[in-house]
């Protein structure tokens, strides 16, 4: 026996001095053969290996259950080494030869420590097998990811038994062929085989995965007929099943009926509740779970710390983050990664980057993570650059990462880099794209203005599209007024889910942003008539370790009379900033200051008010809102946040929003281009008696936009929110060095195009001009992402800032003012000097 050890282990190997152990003769004081084996396992389990020998070799070599449980105790050290010495005992002290049982402890063990060729050869060249043997090989090859294998075991077995079905059956589950795993579970009920409680948690996992409760509760009517109701396994599996199915109460029902809970059962319980967004809920679980005496673990963090970062409650997260570290669960990865998501969510990127760094290897899952942080705050090119630092460090990317790319890229403009990730997932890593990553891609196209190119994708994609990826091309189409491509993607949303009330919404607002009120009354009568409610937009922020909750219309808060008494006097504090609510953005066929005091009381607008009344300053404001913020909230709380020099943070369905000294970090790039106003302006011109009219758009630090008119090379008039503006004309004239108007020559750093007719002599048709204006604003805004363009010395000079103030209401607004004829003077354009 010596001899084999050495010759396979090496002088120097630690196990090659076994045989000293099991050449000393000692006696054991134990009264029974159960006492031994539990003082055996006990040792081994503690780590106390070597003294388990000592204590027991003579016993090792004549109980084969003790040799068995010595096999077990290696297979976590993962070592091939090892395994070949553990065969090479059990072959010399005769267990290979006449134990089966230590036979299929050795072919697991093969399979457990990763060695899976080992393991086939071992199967292949045992003496005999039975059907445990041929269960393990099914139960490895599904643990390493060889389904096909498994299947093919499957159905050559001569004989099955319970075992040989549930790893079947798991096996199909484990890799989401729900529909498979339960018509193999019908079939093994319809060949007499009874289900036990591995059977029924596989089975009800499978529901849950298909969120199926109808096939759910068949299956709980077999937990019932087999007695299984008050089994934790069972209960917590039906439990599980109810609540992914959306049936929360039910599951809670199976979880309080239970005699007692474990610590899978409360998992069930949280993961469920935070599942459907009961967020709450979680954290009053949690702590009844500590009151119980029992201690969390690292799946029960998991669903608590992501429920915080769901509710941005900061402190909260913190705690937990505390608790962590106490209970030794920081260093797992799911605890890291949902670590990471909650500080980014909570508006905290820098604690991300903390816990990331202070990971001292961190994997791709962590990498990953932090890169989706950065790509939800608006910071693409630093979630790039972490990427290239992620390929240097050694780590591959996955499937995950690219995702994560593919979203920074494309909520930061990054189009050519985002395609270029594309590309390189597929080239180079050899990744499969999911329906996600497409949906990502069209996100990036739409975005950019490519609406023909991302819609192509959707239809040429080896995948079938989803509700999700024609609801991102819609967004796309409401951004660009593309009224013909919206009209034939809510169709197809509609097609495969008629009941989408986001659609509907998106459609009313593109009709009632081309004042199409008809249209907007027929969608909201189809929305009545099919009880199809619009989601009520609610935002929230933690004040003091408490969450404050705003809607609109709500009076509830006691505050209340306070924040708008608060809000109004900020509102006219903004107004004197050059603030114009644009009620464009209110899709109701209402007048301008009905649509005004809407726009007050939107919930964003009550949250932020209330923490500039209860948060000292100095300190962030952190807002979360269940809806994306619309461009006036926007516009709003750029000024508030220079107005009162406070950084405002906030957190939307889309993305995150950081404004502060009157900027936001997203650098307007989600802004919806107000293309269909611009027809009240051109109307307005083709109602006057103005010979000659332009529209200039300036590429500044943003793009910007001022109108013009000229009836001779002296006579310069510029138009404003108040009508003519000569000040302003001056400031054109120095700004271009010109003095007069050119027809056909732009002046440098911007574009210009005529609102005339050369050859007819006469206007423009409206049509034509605002299909002009389009193609223009596309070209802008796209200069201006790639920074093309740029100069500083224009910013303060131009009027508007296009993407960013909410022009379409200014301009609406400013069109009948504009007068047929208009006395200018003279003396004040003739003055060259910058107003």
Request: aromatic fraction near 8%; charged fraction near 20%; hydrophobic fraction near 40%.
């Amino acid at each position: 026996m010596a001899i084999a050890v050495r010759r396979i282990g090496g002088e120097k190997s630690w196990f090659c001095h076994l045989h000293r152990f099991f050449s000393t003769s000692t006696e054991n004081a134990a009264s029974s053969i159960s006492d031994i084996e539990g003082e055996f396992k006990s040792l081994c389990s503690a780590g106390r290996i070597k003294e388990a020998f000592k204590t027991y070799n003579a016993e090792i070599w004549t109980d084969q259950h003790l040799f068995s449980y010595l096999i077990q105790s290696f297979i976590p050290k993962k070592s091939l080494l090892i395994a070949k010495q553990l065969h090479s005992l059990a072959i010399t002290s005769g267990y290979y030869f006449k134990d089966k049982f230590v036979r299929n402890h050795l072919l697991n063990m093969y399979f457990k420590m990763g060695e899976i060729q080992e393991a086939i050869a071992f199967f292949n060249a045992m003496p005999m097998r039975n059907i445990m043997s041929h269960n393990i090989l099914i139960n490895g090859h599904v643990q390493h990811g060889d389904l096909e294998s498994a299947i093919k075991m499957f159905d050559e077995m001569p004989e099955r038994n319970v075992a040989t079905w549930n790893a079947m059956v798991s096996g199909l589950i484990q890799f989401e062929f729900n529909e498979n795993g339960l018509f193999l579970f019908r079939e093994m009920h319809e060949l007499g085989f009874l289900p036990d409680e591995f059977t029924l948690g596989s089975v009800l996992r499978g529901c849950a995965g298909l969120r199926a409760s109808y096939a759910g509760k068949q299956v709980h009517a077999y937990v019932l007929k087999y007695g299984y109701e008050f089994n934790l396994v069972v209960g917590s599996s039906l439990a599980h099943m109810y609540m992914k199915s959306g049936s929360l109460g039910e599951g809670e029902k199976v979880i309080k009926a239970m005699p007692m809970r474990n610590v899978v059962a409360w998992n069930t319980l949280i993961a469920g509740n935070a599942q459907n967004g009961h967020f709450e809920g979680v954290l009053d679980l949690y702590n009844m779970m500590k009151m119980s005496g029992l201690r969390p673990d690292k799946i029960t963090l998991v669903s608590v710390i992501s429920s915080s970062a769901e509710l941005a409650t900061l402190f909260q997260g913190q705690q937990i983050h505390a608790e962590a570290i106490k209970a030794g669960a920081n260093s797992a990865v799911a605890v890291l990664s949902s670590l990471i998501s909650m500080y980014s969510k909570c508006g905290c990127l820098e604690d991300s980057m903390k816990v990331l760094l202070d990971c001292e290897h961190p994997d791709a899952v962590l990498w990953s993570s932090m890169i989706a942080a950065y790509g939800f705050h608006g910071r693409g090119e630093e979630a790039v650059h972490l990427f290239e630092q992620m390929e240097q460090e050694g780590v591959e990317g996955n499937d995950v990462t690219f995702l994560s790319l593919l979203y920074a890229c494309s909520h930061n403009g990054l189009k050519e880099k985002g395609m270029g990730f594309f590309k390189l997932m597929v080239e180079k890593y050899g990744l499969k794209p999911r329906l996600k990553h497409y949906t990502c891609v069209v996100d990036l196209l739409g975005r950019s203005g490519c609406l023909d190119e991302a819609e192509a994708m959707i239809r040429s994609m080896p995948l079938e599209a989803d509700v999700v990826i024609w609801k991102t091309l819609l967004s796309a189409c409401r951004i660009h007024r593309n009224a013909d491509m919206a009209t034939r993607t809510a169709e197809e949303i509609l097609r495969l889910n008629p009941q989408d009330s986001a659609t509907y919404v998106l459609l009313s607002n593109i009709h009632a942003s081309a004042k199409r009120w008809k249209d907007v009354s027929k969608l909201r009568t189809t929305m009545r008539d099919r009880n199809i409610k619009k989601e009520p937009g609610v935002s929230w922020l933690e004040v003091k370790n408490r969450v404050f909750q705003f809607s609109m219309g709500d009076k509830s808060h006691p505050m209340s009379e306070e924040i708008d008494l608060y809000l109004k006097e900020l509102m006219e504090e903004m107004k004197l900033r050059g603030y114009v609510p644009d009620t464009a953005t209110v899709f109701h066929d209402t007048d301008s200051e009905e649509k005004e005091n809407s726009l007050v009381n939107h919930s964003e607008k009550l949250a932020i008010a209330f923490g500039l009344m209860n948060i000292p300053p100095g300190l962030p404001i952190r807002v979360m809102k269940n809806l994306r913020i619309c461009s006036d909230c926007h516009v709003a709380i750029k000024l508030i946040s220079d107005i009162h020099n406070r950084e405002i943070i906030v957190r939307d369905t889309s993305r995150f929003h950081h404004f502060k000294h009157g900027k936001c970090s997203c650098g307007d790039y989600w802004y919806v281009v107000p293309f269909v106003s611009w027809v009240d302006v051109i109307q307005s011109y083709s109602s006057s008696r103005i010979t000659r009219s332009a529209v200039l758009i300036c590429l500044t630090g943003k793009p910007q936009v001022f109108v013009w008119t000229c009836r001779s090379s002296s006579d310069f008039v510029a138009y404003g929110p108040h009508g003519a503006k000569n000040a302003l004309g001056k400031r054109c004239k120095k700004m271009f060095n010109m003095n007069h108007i050119p027809q056909n020559k732009s002046p440098s750093n911007s574009i210009t195009f005529n609102l005339i007719d050369e050859e007819a002599e006469g206007l423009m048709d409206t049509q034509e001009v605002e299909r002009e204006i389009k193609d223009t604003a596309v070209l802008v805004h796209n200069l201006h992402r790639r920074k093309e363009g740029s100069i500083s010395s224009v910013v303060d000079c131009a009027f508007h800032l296009l993407l960013s103030q909410g022009e379409n209401q200014i301009w609406n607004r400013a069109a009948p003012h504009y007068p047929p004829e208009v006395e200018t003077d003279k003396s004040d354009i003739a003055d060259t000097s910058v107003a």
